[in-house]
């Protein structure tokens, strides 16, 4: 077995601000995905990575910037936080990178913006 | 433009009854389609998937039934239990992909 750990739990940010979450998981996956959730809208991909050395767009990368620093750890930087934003990150990994693998979840960080 | 869609939003059933939660999608190449669960302040997690070429995939109390040709396939859960309450979420992607496109959620709510 293995967990994802996502951080920070909770994450409060000003107008315009830099955001950063950060993701790690010790399943020894190749693949990672960073993943919005807005109540009632299901989850959207934002960016994925399918080995270490590569990230890709998903359908929501605008406004975000993602990195894969190393097999274990993917990081996701929210450019410039927009006011009353309220959404759920959730962070994912799967063992290859099909739509058939199956996708491992954290529980998520919730981001505020005032 | 959604592509996955589910129905209903929410649905309540009372213990020990079958829920049936609905998907439809618009692409005809997708040919996965998993369901994923989610309790509150959790991840999802996966339930129970299934591939174009078949028709019905069972494990234990729960069951998909597919449909190709009306693009539609629904997760019945027999014997519903209070621990089922959770939300639904129906996904699909296309083979080669690594994107899975997630529907909006089904809230189920068992009462005891």
């Known amino acids: 077995g293995g967990i994802i750990t996502q951080t920070p739990k909770f994450l409060i940010g000003q107008e315009g601000q830099k955001l950063t979450l950060k993701c790690q998981q010790n399943?020894?996956?190749?693949?990672m995905y960073w993943y919005r959730q807005d109540s009632g809208k299901g989850l959207r991909l934002i960016y994925y990575s399918i080995t270490e050395n590569d990230l890709q767009k998903g359908d929501l990368s605008e406004g975000y910037d993602a990195s894969r620093e190393k097999k274990s750890s993917f990081s996701l930087t929210v450019t410039s936080a927009q006011k009353n934003e309220m959404a759920v990150f959730l962070c994912a990994s799967s063992i290859g990178w099909g739509g058939d693998a199956e996708q491992f979840f954290g529980p998520g960080t919730r981001l505020t913006v005032l | 433009q959604q592509q996955v869609r589910q129905s209903p939003q929410s649905l309540t059933v009372w213990e020990g009854e079958t829920a049936i939660l609905n998907c439809s999608y618009e692409?005809?190449?997708?040919?996965?389609f998993p369901w994923y669960q989610q309790f509150p302040g959790e991840g999802p997690a996966l339930l129970i998937s299934?591939?174009?070429?078949?028709n019905k995939k069972e494990d234990g109390r729960f069951t998909i039934f597919f449909n190709k040709r009306e693009k539609k396939l629904s997760l019945h859960i027999a014997d519903s239990q209070p621990g089922d309450s959770a939300t639904y979420f129906c996904a699909a992607s296309q083979g080669g992909s690594a994107k899975l496109i997630f529907g909006e959620g089904t809230k189920l709510t068992v009462s005891s």
């Open positions: 399943f020894n996956h190749d693949t």
């Open positions: 692409n005809s190449a997708f040919d996965y």
């Open positions: 299934i591939l174009s070429v078949s």
